[in-house]
């Protein structure tokens, strides 16, 4: 990202980019940012657009042969063509017909770094992988809305609000742009204004619940889950929760295990990097074998209340009692 920052700033644009991985919301911003910087924002004659695994090879090279229309140059956009799955025949050698002023972002969730056209355009473009944030980029980024906004918030409250909410970084603009109008009088956003305004009683208590388990507290995690039931918390929504948070820490327990880094572990598992650490001293308590065991159990039991052999409160009620056993 900071090569296509240089990029802009210099005004050296290559002529071929691609913007790949599971971060959309910083996709679609330097999307935006690299188009911008080629063509005005409103001329629509020199900006095409095509999505979908259906877009025809010819249409795109015909478009890009042709000339700007009273501009330098002509972008074109194509988003999510599966190209970098299975590259159209010749499409690397029919590329290099363009005309200068011809320029094309590829924006792609998955790509394979085998494939033919995404090596051609390591060499003759620029590829650039927008994942899941670290905690150094998420603590800039949130200081940055917020000082955009003439406000400042406490790095625990940036932590809280992750944690809960996770990674994907259009959900936290989201979230923020709720605490910016909560917080309109205020000049610092706070840990309490985050739980007022984006996580919830219930969500909290759920949270808290995950952790009772997690360290062994049964009377406590019992209390909380009848806590969630008198907030009116469906019984299916805590059985959702329960079997992601114990997929997750069978995950980890896979990657620690392959000697992982905590980096590639958050993006794999789409958690906080910060939070990492709490997982794993989790996941280490048992073995990747049991934590099996337990994801199945719990959709044995989406199966058992859906088929109507248990019931949703009691099901659940099983499962928190067995999983918070002390070990």
Request: glycine share 6%; hydrophobic share 40%; aromatic share 10%.
């Amino acid at each position: 990202m900071k090569n296509i920052n240089k990029d802009i700033e210099t005004k050296q644009m290559k002529q071929f980019y691609l913007l790949f991985g599971s971060e959309d919301y910083l996709k679609g911003q330097y999307k935006k940012k690299i188009a911008t910087a080629l063509v005005p924002e409103e001329d629509n004659m020199n900006y095409n657009y095509y999505e979908g695994s259906g877009i025809n090879v010819r249409d795109v090279l015909e478009t890009g042969v042709t000339l700007p229309f009273f501009a330098d140059c002509r972008v074109i956009v194509l988003e999510n063509s599966g190209w970098f799955k299975k590259c159209p025949e010749e499409l690397d050698e029919q590329l290099k017909t363009l005309p200068d002023t011809t320029y094309i972002i590829f924006v792609e969730k998955d790509v394979d770094k085998r494939n033919r056209l995404y090596k051609w355009i390591g060499k003759n473009g620029y590829a650039a992988e927008m994942s899941t944030p670290d905690e150094k980029m998420l603590l800039t980024w949130v200081n940055g809305l917020c000082k955009a906004e003439g406000k400042q918030i406490a790095d625990e409250a940036i932590y809280y609000l992750v944690e809960h909410m996770g990674t994907d970084m259009m959900l936290l603009k989201n979230e923020m742009e709720k605490l910016f109008s909560y917080a309109q009088q205020k000049d610092i956003i706070t840990v309490q204004d985050v739980r007022e305004v984006c996580v919830g009683q219930a969500t909290d208590k759920m949270f808290d619940m995950l952790d009772a388990i997690g360290s062994g507290n049964q009377k406590k995690a019992l209390s909380l889950y009848h806590d969630l039931l008198a907030l009116r918390e469906p019984a299916m929504r805590v059985l959702y929760m329960l079997t992601r948070h114990f997929h997750i820490l069978m995950q980890i327990s896979a990657l620690v295990r392959d000697g992982k880094d905590n980096k590639t572990i958050a993006g794999a598992c789409g958690i906080p990097p910060f939070s990492v650490k709490k997982y794993a001293a989790q996941a280490s308590q048992y073995s990747y074998a049991k934590l099996k065991e337990m994801v199945e159990k719990c959709q044995q039991i989406d199966q058992g209340i859906k088929t109507g052999t248990v019931g949703d409160v009691v099901g659940v009620e099983l499962l928190i009692v067995e999983f918070s056993e002390k070990k």
